[in-house]
């Protein structure tokens, strides 16, 4: 249950929505509606995709029973089995991987390589450095008690015929690509990348590579978000930096709406802001202004121009990152049709006490000591939304609930970055 609170600011036509985190996650995943769109692609173009139908196999694998070691492949008659004492045997056959071996009588060995069918007539093998050969090479002696079975990959062992072995909605990884290979597939259906338009705007912004003039500052907002789409594995429409006016707005949402799946900006969400953001996606489409109880963050444009999605970041660096990261980037894996679109998170030991109640929750960015178990949060110095270092020198954000002090020791939730920034 939802309950969005509105609270009239005095300053703006849009009301602002009073949220909690998980409401906003909610709101937003719930309404992000799965991509439909596929094509095939060949396993060397499948990384990072996202796959749009199960996989299952039509063969086993290995497809027959095979050598697990470098070694000699035995027919042990009974009185064979777990003998005492050294048991010699004829070699009568040479097996290399990709050859198919005779019979093999009993009592006969066969030297065999590692991925090679097993001959019939064999129930045993043992790896070479277990065997002596003897009289002159033409037999082997073993010193050990041997058992049936002994380093045979059985058919099947890893995939039956008829198995799914990949489900629809999964991230495709190489061991993942590996996998469908090993089955024979060779293409694989998977959803089309997603489309997202960005742009900027703000007066006081210049490119870096510029010099800076008083009160201006570089766009660092615009190469984040490039670079975290970009994870994401989307195909990016960048207008970059457009002008501070209602219809240059206008215009660049206008010519990003039918080519895109989602657009996105950052900055001039706040409270009070002079921009053109705002009436430029309401007069388009429509805008909501949530205001989250966490830090850093809080505003949180969310809406549509036509029929495309429309999330716009709050301006200040750290703010933009946490945000794109905790609402943004579940809402693009959803729409990307990824069935785990959800962070997740691990649980770490703050190093430090926590004295005073705060009304928001707070993702502090902190470096974790791994040398204890469970691993030991250390925060960054400078939390301020605009201490960009303090992305750069953190693991992750460890999450602090609203209303809450605590001692060092306490157990808290961890998004790791290294998961985020994937
Ligand atoms: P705003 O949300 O537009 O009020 O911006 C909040 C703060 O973020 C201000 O200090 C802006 O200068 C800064 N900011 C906005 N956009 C960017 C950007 N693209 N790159 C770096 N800082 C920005
Ligand atoms: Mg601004």
């Given at each position: 249950m939802i309950n969005n609170q509105a609270v009239?600011?005095?300053?703006?036509e849009i009301p602002q929505v009073l949220l909690s985190t998980d409401e906003a996650l909610e709101i937003l995943t719930n309404s992000a509606s799965s991509n439909s769109k596929t094509h095939l692609v060949a396993l060397d173009d499948a990384l990072d995709q996202i796959l749009a139908a199960d996989i299952s196999s039509n063969i086993n694998v290995p497809g027959f029973d095979n050598s697990a070691m470098d070694g000699y492949a035995i027919n042990l008659k009974d009185e064979q089995v777990n003998a005492l004492g050294g048991v010699k045997f004829e070699i009568s056959d040479r097996i290399p991987a990709g050859s198919i071996g005779r019979l093999l009588e009993p009592g006969y060995a066969a030297r065999i390589f590692t991925g090679a069918p097993v001959p019939d007539g064999a129930n045993t093998i043992i790896m070479q450095e277990e065997c002596e050969l003897i009289e002159n090479d033409l037999k082997i002696e073993i010193y050990r008690p041997i058992s049936l079975n002994e380093n045979i990959r059985p058919k099947g062992n890893d995939i039956k015929s008829g198995e799914v072995i990949l489900k629809v909605g999964t991230k495709l990884r190489a061991q993942d690509i590996a996998l469908a290979a090993s089955v024979g597939a060779g293409e694989i259906k998977v959803f089309q990348k997603i489309k997202v338009g960005v742009f900027f705007t703000g007066d006081e912004l210049i490119e870096p590579g510029n010099a800076l003039k008083d009160g201006q500052i570089y766009n660092s907002n615009r190469y984040a978000l490039v670079a975290m789409l970009k994870n994401l594995n989307c195909e990016i429409i960048n207008l970059n930096n457009v002008e501070d006016t209602l219809d240059a707005t206008v215009n660049a949402l206008e010519s990003l709406k039918e080519k895109c799946d989602l657009i996105m900006t950052t900055g001039?969400?706040?409270?009070g802001e002079e921009d053109h953001v705002k009436p430029a996606v309401q007069q388009l489409g429509e805008l909501n202004l949530w205001r989250i109880k966490?830090?850093?963050?809080?505003p949180l444009a969310f809406g549509r121009v036509g029929d495309t999605a429309f999330i716009g970041l709050p301006g200040n660096p750290v703010s933009a990152m946490v945000t794109f990261l905790l609402f943004a980037r579940p809402f693009i894996k959803k729409i990307q049709g990824a069935s785990h679109y959800l962070n997740t998170t691990i649980k770490v030991e703050a190093n430090?006490?926590?004295?005073r109640s705060k009304p928001r929750r707070e993702f502090v960015r902190a470096r974790l000591d791994h040398t204890t178990t469970p691993a030991r949060a250390n925060q960054y110095p400078k939390q301020g939304s605009e201490v960009l270092s303090s992305m750069v020198w953190a693991d992750g954000l460890i999450e602090i609930p609203e209303k809450t002090t605590f001692k060092q020791g306490e157990i808290l939730n961890f998004y790791p970055l290294s998961e985020m920034m994937l």
């Open positions: 009239d600011c005095g300053c703006d001039g969400v706040s409270v966490m830090k850093p963050g809080k430090f006490d926590w004295h």
